[in-house]
């Protein structure tokens, strides 16, 4: 039998302050490779990645890999807890293997507050040449990166507000790939033909409304998995959220505008961008092509929306056989947690937890204490299965939860606050069950969609509601569960979830890379001969 060789695709990436224009005026910016946003990953399905990350800045740096599972291998996934920051003037090379997946993603800078300065990029992950696409070739692929923006505040002062336990003010301006200034930016396309756009979220914290004036947009794929193509005339799409879809050009020649405004927010933020027919004589110059109306009832016009995207069964994804193959409706629930965010004040400075525990990093990074058997760093169960009754208040810990390799288990996202949430896990991807509003009980599992729910990284939890979504633990590791509300998850809104395997073998996990950085106590620690 001969044996397949996999591609190897090589990037040389320098991280760098710099000055960016996004709103016409000069901002202080993290670049990569003098790119803001950075420089856009494209890659085939089982591709290995490799990543070499100089870190120009003066204080410590990680990217991280938002919806790419690292499979058996979380030392790579770019968080603190599972990968020793980048020193500033150091390197470090990432190797990353793009395992079973296809789809649209981003990556981003985990570390402090550094995703507000920029250092974001686009990811994509093509089918293999003989893996069947449920969608004809489309005649141009064009990457959004939108999300809300700070035009007043550098990165570093908004640390030094959280650090100090104040909130932060709400973000000021939406970006569409850097541009905050209305039709600043263009999309040229030809009348007849058929286009993708991939909208990734990559803001702090509002959820976004896309929309193509006069054009409506054919949902094809969210997050890796291609989904029943139903037609939308705009899409909500939340925090660290990523769609992807087809919009053919079949109007009028003339310049449309392409709006993004935020949702759910009691100020509307709006910015534009131009979709330039070629043949086009009309140009958009006036903020009245930004006129909007939204729904009377944006939050029940939301979750009607969000339970309308569904998996196509018959379609393939990374491999040629139908998604629909694995029917994860008839596997039986090993165990459900309930997590339930709050927020409070600890020592008069603001806070946020999951079942009233507000994660606070340790000295070392778990998955390297995990890996070298350092005591002391964190405790599994140190975060309950449940919400504690009674509230309590909050305390601070290092949260883990312990969980076995093959289990399969139920999480239900409880939101009793009045602002719309968004959770990622990584290292996986899950299927959305269920949502709606109120308080999620036994009963409510009456409502989940168990044939062919959506299957993607990060959800939503709208206000005062629930959301229900299954995970099958096939990937060991130490992964990262976070609200992508990134003030709330610098002040403790994570945890992290450790699938744990007795038997130790590289058919489960691979071994900690060999050019990997070691801090904290796992500093002085050996280093493997050899890894797969």
């Given at each position: 039998m001969?044996?397949?060789?996999?591609p190897?695709?090589?990037?040389?990436?320098?991280?760098?302050?710099?000055?960016i224009y996004?709103?016409g005026?000069?901002?202080?910016?993290?670049l990569?490779?003098?790119?803001?946003p950075?420089?856009?990953?494209?890659?085939?399905?089982?591709?290995?990645?490799i990543i070499?990350?100089?870190?120009?800045?003066?204080?410590p740096?990680?990217?991280?890999w938002?919806?790419?599972?690292l499979r058996?291998n979380?030392?790579?996934?770019?968080?603190?807890?599972?990968?020793?920051?980048?020193?500033?003037?150091?390197?470090y090379?990432y190797?990353?293997?793009v395992?079973?997946?296809?789809?649209?993603?981003?990556?981003?800078?985990s570390l402090?507050?550094?995703?507000?300065?920029?250092?974001?990029?686009?990811l994509?992950i093509?089918?293999?040449?003989?893996?069947?696409?449920?969608?004809?070739?489309?005649?141009?692929?064009?990457?959004?990166?939108?999300?809300?923006?700070?035009?007043?505040?550098?990165?570093?002062n908004?640390?030094?507000?959280?650090?100090?336990?104040?909130r932060?003010?709400l973000p000021?301006?939406?970006?569409?790939?850097?541009?905050?200034?209305?039709f600043?930016?263009?999309f040229?396309v030809?009348k007849g033909?058929?286009?993708r756009f991939?909208?990734?979220?990559?803001?702090?914290q509002?959820?976004?409304n896309?929309k193509?004036?006069?054009?409506?947009m054919?949902?094809?794929e969210?997050?890796?998995?291609?989904t029943?193509?139903?037609?939308y005339?705009?899409?909500?799409?939340?925090?660290?959220q990523s769609?992807?879809?087809?919009?053919t050009?079949?109007?009028?020649e003339?310049?449309y505008?392409i709006?993004?405004?935020?949702?759910?927010a009691?100020?509307?933020?709006l910015?534009?961008?131009?979709?330039?027919?070629?043949?086009?004589?009309?140009?958009?110059t006036?903020s009245a092509?930004?006129s909007?109306?939204?729904?009377?009832d944006?939050?029940?016009?939301?979750?009607k929306?969000?339970?309308?995207i569904?998996?196509?069964l018959?379609?393939?994804?990374?491999?040629?056989?139908?998604q629909?193959?694995?029917?994860?409706?008839q596997i039986?629930?090993?165990?459900?947690?309930?997590?339930?965010?709050?927020?409070?004040?600890v020592?008069?400075k603001?806070?946020?937890a999951?079942?009233?525990?507000?994660?606070?990093?340790s000295?070392?990074?778990?998955?390297?204490?995990?890996?070298?058997?350092?005591?002391?760093?964190?405790?599994?169960g140190s975060?309950?299965?449940?919400?504690?009754r009674?509230?309590g208040?909050i305390?601070?810990?290092?949260?883990?939860?312990?969980?076995?390799h093959?289990?399969?288990?139920?999480?239900?996202?409880?939101n009793?606050e009045?602002?719309?949430?968004s959770y990622?896990?990584?290292g996986?991807?899950?299927?959305?069950v269920?949502?709606?509003?109120g308080?999620?009980?036994?009963a409510?599992?009456?409502?989940y969609n168990?044939m062919?729910a959506?299957?993607r990284?990060t959800?939503q939890?709208y206000p005062?509601?629930?959301?229900?979504i299954?995970?099958?633990?096939?990937?060991?590791?130490?992964?990262?569960?976070?609200?992508?509300?990134?003030?709330?998850q610098?002040?403790?809104q994570?945890?992290y979830?450790?699938?744990?395997?007795?038997?130790?073998s590289?058919r489960?996990e691979?071994?900690?890379?060999?050019n990997?950085?070691l801090?904290?106590r796992a500093?002085?620690?050996q280093?493997?001969?050899?890894?797969?």
């Open positions: 001969r044996l397949l060789k996999i190897t695709v090589f990037f040389d990436w320098r991280v760098t302050y710099g000055n996004p709103l005026i000069p901002q202080r910016g993290i990569i490779n003098g790119q803001f950075g420089p856009e990953i494209y890659s085939v399905t089982n591709d290995n990645l070499n990350v100089h870190n120009d800045l003066d204080e740096f990680l990217l991280s938002n919806g790419v599972q058996k979380s030392y790579q996934d770019g968080v603190y807890g599972t990968t020793c920051p980048i020193p500033p003037g150091k390197n090379t190797s990353i293997q395992k079973d997946q296809i789809g649209s993603f981003f990556y981003f800078p402090a507050f550094h995703k507000a300065a920029g250092g974001f990029g686009g994509r093509l089918s293999r040449p003989r893996i069947p696409v449920p969608f004809p070739e489309p005649a141009g692929d064009f990457t959004f990166l939108i999300g809300d923006w700070y035009s007043h505040h550098d990165h570093k908004l640390k030094a507000l959280l650090d100090r336990g104040h932060l003010p000021d301006k939406v970006l569409i790939n850097g541009h905050g200034v209305s600043s930016s263009s040229t030809h033909k058929t286009y991939r909208i990734s979220n990559v803001g702090l509002h959820s976004l896309f193509i004036v006069d054009h409506q054919k949902l094809v969210v997050e890796g998995t291609h029943i193509q139903s037609m005339s705009s899409l909500d799409i939340h925090v660290g769609y992807s879809v087809l919009v050009m079949d109007q009028p003339k310049d505008s709006i993004v405004t935020t949702r759910f009691a100020k509307k933020i910015v534009g961008s131009t979709l330039h027919y070629s043949n086009s004589k009309q140009s958009l006036s092509s930004l909007t109306r939204g729904p009377a944006e939050l029940d016009w939301s979750i929306q969000a339970r309308s569904r998996t196509n018959t379609a393939s994804g990374p491999r040629p056989n139908p629909g193959s694995y029917h994860y409706g039986n629930i090993s165990r459900t947690l309930v997590l339930e965010s709050s927020a409070a004040l020592k008069r603001q806070r946020y999951i079942n009233g525990v507000s994660f606070v990093h000295d070392t990074p778990l998955k390297l204490a995990d890996y070298f058997n350092i005591r002391g760093v964190f405790k599994v975060i309950p299965d449940q919400p504690r009674g509230g208040g305390r601070l810990d290092t949260a883990v939860i312990g969980a076995n093959r289990a399969f288990i139920e999480i239900v996202f409880q009793r009045k602002i719309v949430q990622h896990l990584d996986y991807s899950f299927w959305v269920g949502m709606d509003r308080t999620w009980s036994h409510s599992r009456q409502e168990l062919d959506v299957s990284s959800t939890v005062e509601s629930w959301t229900a299954y995970v099958a633990l096939d990937n060991v590791g130490m992964w990262n569960l976070r609200s992508e509300f990134w003030a709330r610098y002040l403790g994570q945890l979830l450790r699938v744990y395997s007795p038997v130790h590289l489960d691979y071994l900690v890379p060999k990997a950085l801090c904290g500093f002085n620690m280093r493997p001969i050899s890894t797969p």
